[in-house]
Structure formats: C-alpha cells, structure tokens
C-alpha cells in the first residue's frame, strides 16, 4: 500500500485527502468513513486500501477488485444542501472521476446513470454514495469509489461490462496519479457543490451520458420498464417517457436492450 506521506506527496488540494487512512485490507473502505465521520472527522479525509474483504456495491451487491491493482477509497463530504438535492451527489463523483480519468488517458470518458464511469464501453469506475442525517438535514455523505486500474482479469460474469485502464491502455498505470487527479477535480467540482450549487457537475455529467432520448430497459427490485430516457429530475432521478406515461426512477440498472 502507498503510504499516506507518498499520497500526499504534491497534493495541491485544500480538502480531499488532507486526512488519509491507509489500510492493507480492510472490510470496506465506505464502512470505516462512515465510523469515521459519524465520530466528527473532517470532510476531505479519505480511506484506502489496497482490498476490501466486504466491498459493497451498489443495490446491496458486492465490490470485487483484484488485491494491489486497482484504487478502492472513500471520502467523507459535508455539504450544505437541501434533502432534494442529496440524490444529485453521485453525479458530482461520477463527474470528478471522469474528468480526472480523462486527463490521465486523454479518452473521452462515459457517465452512465446513475453513477458508473465507462471506457470504451464498459465500467471502469463504480461510486456508491450513502448519506446520513439528523432531522431530516443531511449531516455526512461517504463517497465510495472504485476504479479498476491495473486489474488485468475479471471473470466471466463481468469480463463483457468491465473493464481497467490497464487492459483499454496495454499499459501499467500509477496509481498514486490517479488518486491525486480525482482528489483535485473531486474539489474543482465540490467548491459549488459544497453550497448546493450543481450548475458544473451536471454539466459535465450530462455531456458524458448517451442515454438521454434513447430507447432504455431500466431493471428495478424485479421490475423492468421499457422507455425513453428523457432528462434527470430536478433530485437526480431519471425521467423515463414509459408508454404509461412518465415515471421518475431512483434506482436500477440502465441497458439499452430493445423490448422483447
Ligand atoms: C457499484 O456498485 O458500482 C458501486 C461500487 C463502489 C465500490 C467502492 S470501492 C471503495 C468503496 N468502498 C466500498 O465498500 N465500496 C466503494
């Protein structure tokens, strides 16, 4: 594992990564910031590691990542917002990776709803954001991120949808960079975001998705609905034009697979 100093080391950022806890291997890297921030520590602190023995994923699935290749962390974040914009959050993470990756690899990244970052196609980033509030103000948010770097092989279930930058590339990448360039566009982005502002992160973000006005099946605890992906809502759901008429959706995974 880098140490935190190495982490630091050039770090121009004034919030992200000021506070670093590196672990070898831990449960999850979101669990121990949760602990972490539930006790008072300062926004901006980060957890690393090199594996996750619990890594949690989005709709309770799990994060699996090759030990020592890839980066896995967490970072606590205490803006100041409105409850009905805390759903736009993911979208400020999944924005942040994807300008840093983008100038790591001078590729044009995807941003695919509601908060995966794609190369070429398939997932290289996956963000799982939990909030926590007291009296309905949100207190803390976690932003877990996972991005698959150096990973050279994943199996068979995700070999067709994942993907690293090492196996789009052909070549090893440092890792420390990376962390450092998506704790620096983490904060280009949170100075507005800190204050309830998303003018820039959803911007940049729905310049980076391709499924607004295509046809998508979105599949939600079971069901599936077939529509056209319209817009976001004004508190991130994505408004789908159902031959029902139009619903808002929260959660799910979006496909552009045809209607059977
Ligand atoms: C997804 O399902 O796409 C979200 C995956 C998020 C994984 C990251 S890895 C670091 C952080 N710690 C966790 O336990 N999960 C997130």
Redesign the pocket.
């Known amino acids: 594992m880098y140490s935190k100093e190495e982490l630091q080391s050039g770090l121009t950022t004034h919030i992200f990564g000021k506070k670093i806890f590196t672990y070898d291997s831990i449960d999850?890297?979101?669990?121990c910031a949760k602990t972490l921030a539930s006790t008072g520590t300062d926004e901006g602190t980060v957890v690393i590691a090199e594996y996750?023995t619990a890594?949690?994923?989005?709709l309770g699935?799990t994060?699996q990542?090759e030990s020592g290749s890839n980066l896995?962390?967490?970072t606590i974040i205490r803006p100041t917002l409105e409850i009905n914009k805390v759903g736009l959050l993911p979208f400020f993470a999944a924005a942040g990776v994807a300008l840093a990756l983008e100038t790591m690899t001078d590729t044009r990244c995807e941003c695919k709803w509601p908060n995966?970052v794609l190369l070429n196609g398939k997932k290289c980033c996956?963000?799982?954001l939990e909030s926590s509030f007291q009296q309905n103000v949100l207190d803390y948010a976690i932003v877990?991120?996972?991005v698959n770097v150096n990973q050279k092989l994943f199996g068979e279930d995700l070999k067709d949808r994942a993907t690293s930058l090492s196996q789009e590339y052909g070549r090893v990448f440092d890792r420390r960079k990376i962390f450092q360039q998506i704790m620096k566009s983490l904060e280009l982005l949170y100075t507005e975001v800190k204050t309830g502002k998303f003018e820039v992160t959803l911007h940049e973000w729905k310049t980076r998705t391709k499924m607004f006005g295509k046809q998508v099946t979105l599949i939600q605890a079971g069901e599936r609905l077939y529509g056209r992906a319209m817009s976001l809502s004004a508190d991130g759901g994505l408004v789908l034009a159902t031959p029902d008429g139009q619903r808002v959706c929260y959660a799910g995974d979006v496909t552009f697979a045809i209607q059977s």
């Open positions: 999850s890297t979101n669990a996750q890594g949690r994923g989005r699935r994060w990542a896995l962390f967490s995966d996956g963000i799982l877990g991120i996972g």
